[in-house]
């Protein structure tokens, strides 16, 4: 769909049609339910909530998977692919605080560490770019991955899964530090960054050509 980089914002849709068209708002789906998560989880409606939290984190394999298939890549779905990421992880979060405070009391140092790196990170691309980035690199999907499973985890089981909370945490600081390096090196926003090594290897070309 060569014409998919005219979605740039909410009103363009108004244009889409077909797979253009669903598979944003499937992406948008995870911005607009974030409100309902909160309202959720303040009202102490965790039984609901949990399960919301899940399709939220479904969405986001199944619009990846559909914008890959009917090769549908909008700069609207980018963007807002990236922040509702953030959103149903907050979600997650301030669920956590609710239903399991001793556990972020007990290991606020490993929440920390990664939180840290975030706004680091997101500090860096606002200077640098003026907006968010949204790299979607594979360390970014491979930690949202397993950012979904964690969370998902602490509300289905009695106990936590700590192994995954500890892997989840080591990949998301690393995945963090990465797009910080990006951000440094790469001077122009762009979306679908596969990696740092991908970055290194197309700057070298040019300055090679």
């Given amino acids: 769909m060569k014409d998919n980089i005219q979605i740039k914002k909410i009103s363009d849709l108004r244009k889409a049609r077909g797979p253009l068209l669903w598979i944003n708002l499937i992406t948008l789906y995870r911005t607009f339910v974030f409100p309902i998560l909160v309202a959720l989880i303040f009202t102490n409606q965790l039984d609901v909530f949990k399960w919301m939290l899940i399709v939220s984190f479904l969405t ?16 609207l779905g980018a963007r807002m692919d990236s922040v509702g990421d953030d ?28 939180l840290f790196f975030f706004f680091t990170q997101l500090t860096l691309a606002l200077l640098r770019y003026g907006k968010a980035s949204s790299f979607h690199t594979y360390l ?13 985890s602490m509300f289905l089981f009695e106990h936590p899964v700590y192994w995954l909370f500890y892997i ?3 990949v998301t600081t690393i995945e963090l530090i990465e ?3 990006i951000v440094m090196v790469m001077p122009e926003w762009k979306t679908n960054v596969h990696g740092l090594y991908w970055v290194l290897s197309e700057k070298n070309r040019k300055n090679t050509s």
């Fill in 87 to 114: 959103l149903t992880i907050l979600a997650g979060v301030l669920g956590l605080v609710v239903a399991r405070p001793e556990f972020l009391i007990e290991h606020w140092l490993v929440f920390a560490i990664p």
């Fill in 60 to 75: 986001d394999a199944v619009d990846g998977f559909l914008a890959r298939g009917y090769k549908v890549n909008s700069i």
């Fill in 140 to 152: 970014a999907k491979g930690a949202a991955i397993l950012q979904g499973f964690f969370l998902c």
């Fill in 168 to 170: 989840t945490a080591i």
């Fill in 179 to 181: 797009e910080i390096i």
